[in-house]
Structures are given as C-alpha cells and as structure tokens.
C-alpha cells in the first residue's frame, strides 16, 4: 500500500511538508508547533501550554488517520531551552500518565518568536 498523506484542518499546517504520513501500518506526524489552528498563533507562553497545544494538534491529526496517542510509539520533543525541560515533563505526564510512548529530545536549531517546543510523533494506524 503506498503512503497516504493525511490532512485535517483541526492543526496548523505547512505547504512545505505533510502533517502526516502513513506507511507501513505506521503514522509518522511532522514536527508540530504550539499554533492554534483557529487563529494561526502560537499558543500560550509558557511550556505547559505549549506542549498541551502541540499534543492537542497532533491528537487531531492522529484522529484524522482513524488513530490515537494511545497508539504512540516513538516521540521526538525538540525545545527552544533545556531549561523548559522539567516544565514539558510536567505537562507531558497529564498525557501519557502510564506507558508512554518512547522518546528522545533535541534542541532547536533556530530561534523562532515565542517558540518553546516541537512535538513529532510515530504512531501505529488504525484500532
């Protein structure tokens, strides 16, 4: 089967890529920014709303290929800051109180106005 891009308008989206793909029985989620679908902005200034914001969008997009966080696999979590690191976890355990998904971290490659954080997400599709 070959890959299906997967689009909603329940989360901000970009020209440049997909806001998903699916493949091989997997969803792979672009890296995903804290903007409110609705009005084109990021969300919130602190890392608590950010992160809620980004896995609010990504739960749409996951929605949008007939899945769900709880079928998470792998997350990759890149921070404006490491200093925002134990308020993202703080956040992050209202999300995923038991078996989270795998996960690495990185920092952000560019300064972005009032960015904190990007979200991108594997998850397995379907039921």
Not at 53 to 77: D, F, H, M, P, Y
Request: proline content about 10%; overall charge negative; some cysteine.
């Amino acid at each position: 089967m070959p890959p299906t891009h997967i689009t909603t308008q329940n989360a901000p989206s970009n020209p440049l890529y997909a806001q998903a793909v699916t493949a091989a029985g997997l969803v792979f989620v672009s890296g995903t920014a804290p903007i409110d679908p609705a009005t084109g902005r990021i969300e919130s200034d602190t890392i608590q709303g950010q992160t809620a914001q980004c896995l609010r969008n990504i739960q749409s997009i996951l929605e949008a290929a007939g899945t769900s966080l709880a079928n998470a696999v792998s997350v990759t979590i890149v921070l404006a800051d490491e200093d925002d690191f134990p308020g993202m976890n703080e956040e992050w355990r209202r999300w995923f109180p038991v078996n989270p998904p795998a996960r690495q971290g990185a920092k952000l490659p560019a300064r972005i106005p009032g960015l904190k954080i990007s979200i991108a997400l594997i998850a397995q599709a379907g039921p």
